[in-house]
């Protein structure tokens, strides 16, 4: 079954900080999004890699923002200074060809 | 470049009333239709999709939703609704020619009243 585990759960850091989101696909896949989710502008699609390589990154809302997809089993998204107007639920989802998105539980960061 | 409107950003319906939530979509292709669920500090479930073929489909938790190409709408219903069905529905479009990277409506959050 396609799944997907995000670490971790809950960041809390400092503003200036780096600050590191990682997503494990289990399987089943061939593309991988990475969505932020806030009150204010609701999902918003990041990223997307199409077996491995990077399609889309015209949702990487700034340079501060970058993310890599180094083997099929393993994303990161990276944000280089943190600032609190990042606060949000970052989502990692999954989806093979013509199929549905697999949705991690997410990591709820929260930046002060 | 398609999109998705979801009226309402909140319903609220009574334990045991119909729910219905709605969708249109706006896509040059013939779309694939999602309706996701999000319960509190979960990551969203599909709940149910439309591909090809039967225009009305079944999906978890009594929800069904029916694609209705003339009107663009893919409107999700459940005849009774359940405490447990309180959380927030997005209803997503997708090319399945093209990128098939999912377009998100802005969410409606439902509430069900005792």
């Known amino acids: 079954d396609a799944g997907v585990i995000q670490s971790p759960r809950h960041e809390v850091t400092e503003m200036g900080q780096e600050v590191t989101l990682r997503c494990k696909p289990i399987s089943g896949h061939n593309s991988l999004f990475w969505y932020r989710q806030t009150m204010m502008r609701g999902l918003e699609l990041l990223i997307y890699f199409n077996n491995n390589v990077p399609i889309d990154d015209s949702g990487m809302p700034e340079d501060r923002f970058s993310a890599k997809m180094p083997n099929a089993s393993f994303s990161t998204l990276k944000i280089q200074p943190s600032e609190p107007r990042d606060s949000a639920v970052y989502f990692c989802?999954?989806?093979?060809?013509?199929?549905?998105?697999?949705f991690g539980q997410g990591t709820r960061l929260t930046v002060v | 470049a398609q999109s998705v409107t979801q009226l309402g950003s909140h319903v609220s319906v009574s334990e045991g009333a119909l729910v219905l939530l709605r969708c249109n979509y706006s896509s040059s292709v013939p779309p694939y239709l999602f309706w996701y669920v999000q319960y509190p500090n979960q990551g969203l479930q599909l709940l149910l999709k439309y591909t090809t073929g039967a225009t009305l489909v079944k999906g978890i938790n009594g929800f069904e939703a029916e694609f209705k190409k003339s009107e663009t709408s893919f409107h999700l219903t459940k005849p009774s609704a359940h405490m447990s069905d309180a959380a927030e529905y997005f209803c997503a479009v997708s090319d399945p020619l093209g990128a098939q990277k999912l377009v998100f409506g802005q969410g409606t959050r439902l509430t069900i009243n005792p």
């Open positions: 989802a999954i989806q093979g060809t013509y199929t549905e998105a697999f």
